[in-house]
């Protein structure tokens, strides 16, 4: 049984006759209430309630269940809240739904918390997918809430300006995501071969990180066939898209791939890497929405009193950073013009082995060599090639860090 202050604002627990504090919680203050107000002291609350029009038109209300007000009440001061593991998931939905509602998931405050915990004791149900496709704002701006989401099985970070040094790198390597990330999709995000040993660093030092990532887009980005060697250590990567790369389709290419990752150029554009089925999905769904309808319907007022005061701190600051947020989102100008031309390579069926010899017999097939000496001089590119392809096969069988592994270690 419990007895509440009359500021509502302390609670005191009696259990066996005897009667005890129960910590400095302060709990959620209930809504405006009507101008209704009765003698007792503890005013009606008007959500519990449902309030109806019979056939006369007169108004009339009947009371929710106590389910529905103790559900109510839990959701008010989700904060508080130390576990629901255990917990049905229908009462996780119902729940998750009541905050939704109350906005709770909209104050910064409270929405880490509240996504920690709802995410502990569901994992998959509250977010399985989250497309940040060219939403830069969103994720700079909800990264603390983004982080909470542990089970997601596809992310899509497609032009999200991640750089080469980027701390959401830490999170996308971190235990909580190694188990359960399949789909990965960073392109058009400015990263070089720096930013893929950075990201790729602890997987390939401490063995720690995307243990199940099996799809990898790095489109449209500077990377170069040198970065494709710190890939090795994704044991089950089946799909990569570098179209729009640094890279250009040959028989090098080809090769490199083949005896790095074990992966063949597809001669069809792979289903995986359309972007147009990736999207959200989960109990979180239409919170990320609210995070983007939220920052985009702040009022004017509000964000000049926080560029003034930014403005006096960071002197100057602020303005270029304003800038940079409110830009358009990072479009690959190329990918019109590349649309031809997709870098789709994936990893054959077990039962059906491609060899080395026979991907370069399929790349010189596709030569246009109308001359017979441009053959000629093919043949002899293809001898020239495999001798100078016998050095990387031997880096990439070595487990020794290189230099820049050394380097990169001693940074952290």
Known sequence: ??????????????????????????????????SCRRTNPFVL????????YNAEGSLRYTTKSLFDITLLFVADNIHHVDSLVGFPEQIGDRLFAAAEENRIFVNPDISPKALQLFSDAYGEMVLGSLCLRNRFPLLHERMDEIKTFHSLKCLDLFGCRLGDDHEMFQHLTSSSLASSLIQLFIGGNSLSDVGLQRLTAPVR??????????FLDVSYNPVSERA???LTCLPKLEKLDVSGTSMKLGRGLKSTTWDLLGLIYSERPLDTFDHSRCKTEGWAEQVVNQWETNSTQMPKQKKIEESRISALRFFGRQKFVREVLNAAPLVCEREEESKGERL????????NHT???QILSATNHQAKTPWQNIKKRQRQSEKCDSSHQSPPT??????????EDIDLLNSY
């Open 355 to 357: 060899p080395e010899k």
């Open 228 to 230: 494709l060697r710190y």
């Open 45 to 52: 609350r008007k959500e519990h309630f449902i309030f109806t």
């Open 205 to 214: 030092m401490m063995k720690k990180g995307l243990d199940c990532l099996q």
């Open 394 to 403: 031997k880096r990439s069988s070595s487990s020794a860090l290189t230099a």
């Open 344 to 351: 789709h390579f994936y990893r054959p069926a077990a039962n």
């Open 1 to 34: 049984m419990c007895d509440l202050s009359m500021d509502n604002s302390t609670i005191y627990v009696r259990e066996r006759g005897n009667l005890r504090r129960v910590g400095d919680i302060v709990l959620a203050q209930p809504k405006p209430v009507s």
